[in-house]
């Protein structure tokens, strides 16, 4: 097991945005949190790396508890995020966007890598081989050299995971990827979330197309209202009643 939360919780003022919230994610999984807008999903990726603090719980990855940390140690303990809205350098090419994410565990930094000092050259070179590398698996290799506004929305996408994976995650967050992609577009990012837990990344997931949830994911949370009303893999959750009820209404119709 590479994360372990325990009682989770989170009050906003009067809204618990997580209430009690318990999951074991294992290594090499993708581990799915679903639910309507507001049910608490973004913000236990908040708590997760330290952008918020818990009101209660525990979360810990390979036995460390993550609570109290900063964010910066969360990161360097190996647990990377996307947001929900794309964060990438528009003006900068589509290389040297993942190469941003490579300095953030580089042992040059990313100031450093800035002023031409000795001995930094042949680590740039590495980084610069493995974000090829990583442009490649999403197809983009061709695209290195053209700023990253100018690719089509789906790719834009592909290529903030990429740039994520460039910091060496051992537990990557995905939130909502892919919203805004069409059929087509959500297909091919599918294929690359399973494409990199086949080289053993652990995931958790945030989407909201169900489908795709389903292809893709080990195990699922649903979540409503800060509450975890059913965990498990996607053909159990599929014939929970509890979930049933939040999603098709009492009287089985699409609500
Ligand atoms: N920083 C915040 N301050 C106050 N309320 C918040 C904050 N973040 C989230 N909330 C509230 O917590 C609830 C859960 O939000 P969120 O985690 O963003 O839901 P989801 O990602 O599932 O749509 C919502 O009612 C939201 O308005
Ligand atoms: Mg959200």
Do not use: W
Not at 106 to 130: A, H, N, V
């Amino acid at each position: 097991m590479l994360l372990k939360i325990e009682g989770l919780t989170k009050i906003f003022g009067g809204i618990t945005a997580a209430k009690d919230i318990c999951c074991q994610v294992n290594e090499g999984n993708i581990f799915a949190l679903i639910g309507p807008n507001g049910a608490g999903k973004t913000t236990i990726f908040n708590l997760i790396t330290g952008m918020l603090k818990p009101d209660g719980g525990t979360i810990a990855i390979d036995g460390k508890e993550l609570i109290g940390l900063k964010p910066y140690q969360i990161a360097a303990a190996g647990i990377t995020r996307t947001f929900q809205n794309l964060q990438l350098f528009g003006d900068m090419t589509v290389l040297e966007n993942v190469i941003t994410g490579a300095y953030l565990k580089g042992k040059t930094g990313f100031i450093k890598s800035m002023l031409p000092l000795p001995g930094k050259s042949r680590e740039d070179l590495r980084i610069k081989e493995e974000a090829r590398a990583l442009l490649k698996d999403i197809g983009l290799e061709k695209a290195a050299g053209i700023p990253a506004a100018t690719l089509p929305f789906g790719q834009q996408r592909l290529l903030e995971i990429a740039r994520a994976m460039a910091s060496g995650p051992r537990l990557l967050l995905l939130d909502e990827p892919a919203a805004g992609l069409n059929s087509m577009e959500t297909k091919e990012l599918a294929g690359y979330l399973m494409q990199l837990r086949s080289q053993g990344l652990t995931m958790l997931l945030i989407e909201h197309d169900v489908e795709t949830v389903m292809e893709v994911a080990d195990r699922i949370m649903v979540l409503n209202f800060g509450c975890a009303i059913c965990e498990g893999t996607p053909a159990e959750i599929q014939r929970d009643p509890a979930v049933i009820k939040a999603y098709l209404g009492e009287d089985g119709n699409v609500a």
